[in-house]
């Protein structure tokens, strides 16, 4: 079955640091990862979308990369803000480009 | 930008009873809503698929009669969680998408609602 994974374990970072967040698939190969960050008790707010034929995609000071080879996409914030503490999500999409299935998250925990 | 409305944002129920969620689009319209369902500490699950103006499509092992769906209107979806049990107790969330949207469309989700069946 189509698996997308995420490392459950809390990541802690000093701010300042760049914080470096995994999600790797098995069994498929999604044509669309999407990056969401959730904060407790709200719904997911979406980041970036990165698509198969893209190796990098950047907005302000995050990044995704997908490599369709080790079947991995990395998330990564730079100088990171104790702001940026949060559940970080990845997800994909199916064939009809709305139906979202979701990684189990990563905590980020950025200390002053 | 597009927002999602969900309401209540926490409701309180007795074991036994029903409870309804609203999930709105507030400035599109949206012929597909989905509801997720959150335990804590763990990842959004998909439960159902909302179609306007027709049933709606659940997940394996979510049970239909159990989570009733209704997506009545373009900017409105509602989930009835019905004889709630205290293992229902979860954060019950909706997203949609812009109507014209298509590949790599924005998903917008709503501030969830937290359901705590006693």
């Known amino acids: 079955s189509q698996k997308i994974e995420q490392n459950s374990e809390a990541l802690n970072i000093q701010e300042g640091k760049t914080a470096t967040l995994t999600c790797n698939y098995t069994n498929y190969s999604p044509a669309y990862l999407q990056w969401y960050r959730q904060d407790p008790g709200r719904g997911p707010v979406f980041l970036l979308l990165?698509?198969?034929?893209?190796k990098e995609k950047r907005k302000e000071r995050l990044k995704v990369t997908f490599d369709t080879t080790l079947k991995q996409s990395l998330f990564h914030i730079t100088a990171s803000q104790p702001a940026d503490s949060a559940t970080y999500l990845c997800a994909h999409m199916n064939t009809g480009f709305q139906k979202l299935v979701f990684g189990t998250g990563t905590r980020l925990l950025v200390s002053p | 930008g597009a927002v999602v409305s969900q309401h209540p944002s926490r409701v309180i129920c007795k074991s036994g009873t029903s409870v309804k969620i609203e999930c709105r689009s507030l400035?599109?319209?949206?012929?597909?809503m989905f509801w997720y369902r959150q335990f804590p500490k763990q990842s959004l699950m998909l439960m159902a698929t909302s179609n306007e103006g027709s049933k709606a499509t659940y997940e394996q092992g979510v049970e239909k009669d159990k989570f009733l769906i209704n997506h009545a209107s373009l900017t409105l979806s509602t989930l009835t969680v019905t004889s709630a049990h205290p293992e229902d107790s979860s954060f019950y969330i909706c997203?949609?998408?812009?109507?014209?949207?298509?590949?790599?469309?924005?998903?917008?989700f709503g501030e969830g609602s937290w359901l705590t069946v006693v």
């Open positions: 400035d599109f319209q949206a012929t597909t």
């Open positions: 997203s949609a998408s812009p109507r014209t949207s298509g590949a790599g469309n924005t998903i917008y």
């Open positions: 990165i698509r198969e034929n893209e």
